[in-house]
């Protein structure tokens, strides 16, 4: 099962894969390989949905029939998310680097964006204060993609940029906001990526000294 490590919805959604092998030396580049895609098809979407908190378990049923019966709709929106979140990896690498995000990766999260605050409407709470709420959820496929969307916007327009990190392990190029105070966080997880750079640390010192 994916840990949610991010410290942010779509950083979480970003790292929905065992790891990147990235084509060059170079972190946060694009070209690289998705290893152990756990994204695989609309029932994996729901099930990361579940557990990131996006649905409740009667949502998650509810649109598990509702996948059941419109096939290729489930599908169509499985294939969004994929392309979604390959969009906010891209966008978060890139930024982590020290690089501009690409056009077409900022394009493919507006138009997720627009769908999205098509969903939105501002409603009277009930303690006295507006508040936004996400309309005619119920059926809707594609709820979780509007949350995630958001969630990448929020974090491009209102977060700490700077704290943007990828992880340094070894076809790992899982993504996090580092929030410790003197911003040391090298590793997605220590006990994983932090102890395999330090297992092949030690074993190179020693070939070193023999
Ligand atoms: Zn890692």
């Excluded at 709420?133 to 809707?140: G, L």
């Excluded at 594609?142 to 974090?155: H, T």
């Excluded at 491009?156 to 899982?174: A, F, M, S, V, Y």
């Excluded at 102890?195 to 030690?202: E, G, L, P, T, W």
Aim: with cysteine; glycine share 8%.
């Amino acid at each position: 099962m994916a840990k949610m490590i991010g410290g942010r919805l779509c950083l979480d959604f970003a790292n929905t894969v065992g790891g990147r092998r990235l084509a060059s030396e170079k972190k946060g580049a694009n070209d690289h390989a998705v290893l152990e895609d756990r994204l695989t098809d609309y029932l994996d979407l729901l099930a990361w949905s579940l557990r990131a908190g996006l649905l409740t378990d009667a949502d998650a049923n509810r649109l598990v029939r509702e996948a059941k019966r419109r096939e290729e709709a489930a599908a169509a929106v499985w294939k969004r998310a994929v392309e979604l979140r390959e969009a906010i990896y891209r966008i978060s690498a890139a930024i982590a680097s020290g690089k501009q995000p690409r056009a077409a990766d900022l394009e493919l999260l507006n138009r997720e964006l627009a769908v999205a605050h098509g969903r939105v409407r501002l409603a009277f709470g009930e303690e006295g204060e507006f508040v936004w709420e996400w309309i005619d959820t119920k059926e809707a496929l594609d709820q979780m993609l509007w949350r995630i969307a958001d969630s990448a916007a929020e974090m491009l327009t209102e977060g700490d940029l700077t704290r943007l990190c990828q992880c340094g392990g070894e076809d790992c190029g899982w993504l996090f906001e580092d929030t410790s105070r003197n911003r040391s966080r090298q590793w997605c997880v220590m006990q994983d990526c932090g102890n395999v750079a330090k297992v092949r640390r030690f074993r190179s010192r020693l070939r070193k000294t023999k």
